[in-house]
């Protein structure tokens, strides 16, 4: 008569990795002109379209909003949902302070590109 072999617990299953289960999130990146990354969140409440939220230069800065965006909305859910003057003012404000704070913190861009869009699309030494 053979030996059964030994059996190992049942039962137990591995819980997912953390990028699985922050896998839902209401943000996502496209890419942008000149190699930037646009940053949007999903429509939610009577906006029919996607929020532009920024544009980021590299897709580490994107990655960085997105986190950032996600503490803030979390801190105040009903930011997006908001269609008020005051509420779409304060909208703007978060969304500009959290941009600002990415671009500060994150890894360290040459700023070629972005005056010349800012601008209207001239450069100011060749603009004719």
Known sequence: MARQGRQGRQG???RPSVAKRTSSSDYF?????RGSVV???KPIGNRATAKICGVMPTRIHAKMLVTQLERAESVVKDLFLEATDDGIEALEAVLLACCKEV???GPKV???VAPAME???ESAAGGV
């Open 119 to 121: 601008s209207g699309g």
């Open 110 to 112: 040459r700023p070629e």
């Open 39 to 41: 940053v949007l969140r």
């Open 103 to 105: 671009l500060a913190k």
């Open 29 to 33: 990146t496209q890419p942008g002109k």
């Open 12 to 14: 137990r299953r591995p």
